[in-house]
């Protein structure tokens, strides 16, 4: 009977314990955010949407190389001689294969970078050729997605345009504070 007893006296205090951990997140702040009306902002090294600056571009190709998942590709214009220019006639980076590692933000020699990561989480797709982003001179730093029915490139359908230009992350300081 006693033990019994012992039991039941255990049990009643694992339960009580379990009530208060209950209790004391339950007067806690909530930290869930009602989406569309409220927005987290991320981190200043947070990857998302990748942005590129095909004017500034010389299409070195450090970037098509230092990518592990081979999802950049890099074309220079070229003169009426056949020449290579020191400009990048168009680059596409396919964001389905990205594995937004950074090396080719890493790579890029300019400051500030050519391409980079922005701190703008939303981006959605609808098929997988939305997936792959072109830049050519004149196209937004969001890029252009090529429309095969209507054989044009067209702005992304369901991204949010950003109105300004979000700040590099080597213009912030000290990378790892």
Known sequence: MISYLGRVAGDAWAVCKGLWVTLKTLVKPSITVQYPTEKLTPEPMFRGVLLYDVERCTACGLCVKACPSACISVQAQVNEAGKRVPKAAWYAIDLGRCNWCRMCEESCPFKPKVV???????????????????WKPGFPLLGKVHDVRKDAFVDPPAQIVIQEVPARHDEKGPRWD
């Open 116 to 134: 980079w990561h922005s701190v703008d989480y939303e981006l959605c797709f609808f098929s997988r050729e939305e997936m792959v982003r072109c």
